[in-house]
């Protein structure tokens, strides 16, 4: 990562809300942490538990909070404002936008469009890509080897990393990042058990996601059975991720690594599932609902809840029991003990 | 999903073995739950949880059991069968070779048959299909990017959808299904600690996979150390699963998606394995055999056992434990009273 | 796999260390464990839990330890070593460099090398592949359907399976085998909460993996927010592994499939973690310490510290409690009785 910014050309990008405590003449040339920040590089305090490492960072220029109380070395600029980690953010866009340029329009020589097929004099289609008949691409990105099937369609600004299936009669939505490997449209898990044989139940209907949504590396996304599996607008999904058939995923839900969520599951608006954490098929998940990494949820969960544990349970029961298991041992001598007293009184 | 279907029609698919409550004279346009459907649409009630949802459903015609005492409303249909979920599978699977008819025999003139390849005439290569040197490809469908390595074999009536990658040497039988993304014969995960470094341990075996399984998309199944890591007829593989080197699964088995299987595992006839459970190195599950989601089995298992929890043990045992251990938070303060009690009392 | 070997050949493979006891004159035709091993395969005792097969084993050539103290039956041969795995290990290489040759250096014409790129005369790169501008590949491997990205680095004898990924900007180590459908340099999953949608942080560092480390198939690596997240020296990497941003990997580390490690997440060396584990964000886990599989690691581990369960804990009272939790219906019925003497003795 090579870059080359001036305290000017970072106040331009933040804009009038942030304050300048100390002084750096110097470019900035990297970004790195509090602690492995040198001089010539831009760092933050977002996270308070990183408080300490203020003091001895070498960084150059650090963002830091409105309350922030420490002053700045020589030598050292503090950068405040209300939310650092959000200005970190707005810094970093810039900076992506010179280092990863948008791909320019056009269609590469070796991409097979199928007859029947519409692609926007706007997209960017990449090396060996294939868009079959019937699929429609917007002015969207599609990196290498990335497969859009039969009616499917990608709507304007999506950006499709290298190997991403969309499988037929799929629709991705405006402004949609999905990272490599990953699949929308794989078939969905159904059988019926017929003479002790399992007989595949056709899968119908297709996957459709708002807009604003993000899909991680090699998550996939089962088609429904009929009618769609369904992603709400902005909702962050991360990597390795199995959503199955007729899933309905509501507005700005955060599903983290490795989670599992079984056919016909809905979750509300806002809800935050932790890594690893499955969810039975057929539940509920309310609104603003939150699930700890690695939970197994065999029941509905209600609007705002919290829930941890397998099977999961409320997270404040989960975790007074969790202490109370770990004080067993103890317990049970306690236990042997009291036994004994009341045995040997008795006789 | 435009569908457009006569109720004729569907009794000719169903055979003779179903019966006609009331009466529906427009076409079926689309496929609905009960409670979303509308007039028009083909719904079924396959599941008697949902059973409350049939009174009200709009849905023109309902697939419904023998044993239904419901009562269709004016200008709806109830058809009742036996299995009204296999019916329902049967008209679906009629309407998806309408949907998605399977594409003609023929080689996309981009995919690349290496010389000393065969390839079926009655195959469908898809576009930037790699076949390599030795590998024998008969009556299957490939979809896009598929690659066939050395020496591998595709059996007829095989479908590969995009991206699949069948490692050198591994034999696909006849009438898989392998979905986006699966990888067929990555090498098993085996070291030897050599002087403090992990030297790998050649995988020299192949996949081998029986008639009728389906695969999961991006799921891994590892080439054996020598021999055949072995997947049974009619199996089912739900997506994301891992199943690591010299695993042998047995016929008719289902294995929900994130399930992990360490190496040498062997599982019997007609295993049932939830989602996101594990299954450590060189374990038996016996037939019939069935493990919770989310179980982490450390032991053997009978046939026919039931397994639940993380270590996994027999599951009534396991959910007589969960009651219990929600129990704890009382338990501790009865001990507490009872100690105090007999102490009181001693004094 | 069809092998053709003598025992000369086999001897001359393990070298001087090895002692014969017995005599097989014919051809070694292939390799079995000892209870599939029939005459002509070569076959070994590697883990003592198998001795017990050793006796009845038709294997005509079989690898044992120095110690052992079974003798051949007449036409077999015992060929004795310290570390009859690593023996095993050695002859497979052997077997391995036949069956599955390097591919020969040289470009395949449907590869796609955009201008700017530099591909060393000595890689052999495989049909399909793209690798885009900026990007550097020394004498390595690259299977069909590679996709390396602008700006990124294959170091000399690494070898990517077909459809690898690796993103702009990250950098893959001398000898690295990376597995089909791995994907390296995907975006880490970080957001602000901003007027309640997810702002996407821009993820603007790299990949970058030490020499002689594996990545199993369809395993993520996710680019660092800023600067690298790094793989070190000899670690070896199942698949379906998820490693988030900013994750530091010490040397020599063994990371069992489906294990999911949260951003900046610090490993030291030789750290060893069993399948489907997760570590939760921004711990460290010392030098040595091992994880059992199916683990969530919610607390920093010291080195050489064990851990099992979930919340982990130290594996020795994991153990303790799991027997324990076992007992509990036992236990509340031991404590119904103590509780109902005390009050019939009280009145």
């Given at each position: ?12 990008i933040?804009?009038?809300?942030c ?9 900035i040339?990297?970004?790195a ?13 977002g996270?308070?538990?990183?408080r300490?490492?203020l ?12 309350d ?7 030598g ?9 980690s ?35 004099p706007?997209a ?9 008949s ?11 080897h ?11 600004e999506?950006?499709?990393f290298s ?9 991705i ?5 999905l990272?490599?490997g ?35 590396a090699?998550?996939c ?10 992603i ?46 499955g ?15 690695g939970?197994?949820?065999?029941v ?7 829930a941890?544990?397998?099977?999961a ?19 049970f ?8 007293t ?6």
């Amino acid at each position: 990562m090579h870059i080359k910014y001036t305290t000017e050309r970072i106040f331009d990008i933040l804009g009038a809300d942030c304050i300048a405590v100390g002084e750096y003449e110097g470019e900035i040339t990297g970004i790195a942490s509090l602690s492995e920040g040198v001089t010539g590089d831009l760092s933050f305090l977002g996270n308070s538990k990183y408080r300490s490492c203020l003091e001895n960072s070498e960084a150059s220029v650090i963002l830091v909070s409105l309350d922030c109380e420490e002053l700045p070395k020589k030598g050292q600029i503090y950068i405040k404002s209300e939310n650092p980690s959000y200005a970190l953010a707005l810094i970093c866009r810039d900076i992506e936008n010179n280092l990863t340029p948008k791909p320019e329009a056009g269609i590469h020589p070796s991409a097979i469009i199928e007859s029947g097929a519409q692609v926007s004099p706007n997209a960017s289609i990449g090396a060996f890509c294939y868009i079959a008949s019937g699929a429609q691409v917007g002015g969207a990105v599609l990196e290498s080897h990335v497969s859009i099937g039969r009616g499917a369609s990608v709507a304007d600004e999506a950006y499709l990393f290298s190997r991403v299936s969309v499988g037929d009669y799929c629709e991705i939505g405006p402004r949609n990042r999905l990272m490599a490997g990953c699949v929308i449209g794989s078939d969905g898990y159904g059988y019926e058990l017929i003479e002790n044989a399992h007989l595949r139940v056709p899968q119908l209907g297709n996957v459709v996601t708002d807009a604003d949504v993000d899909i991680g590396a090699n998550t996939c996304i089962d088609r429904a059975r009929f009618g769609s599996t369904h992603i709400g607008l902005g909702t962050k999904i991360d990597n390795q991720v199995q959503i199955a058939h007729n899933v309905k995923v509501g507005k700005h839900c955060l599903i983290v690594a490795q989670v599992g969520i079984s056919g016909s599951v809905v979750l509300g608006d806002g809800v935050v599932i932790g890594g690893q954490s499955g969810i039975a098929g057929h539940l509920k998940i309310g609104t603003g609902a939150m699930i700890a990494a690695g939970t197994s949820v065999f029941v509905d969960i209600e609007p705002q809840g919290k829930a941890r544990g397998y099977p999961a349970m409320p997270m404040m029961q989960f975790n007074r029991i969790a202490v109370l298991q770990r004080k067993l041992p103890d317990f049970f001598k306690r236990f042997d003990q009291l036994e004994k007293t009341v045995n040997s009184f008795i006789k």
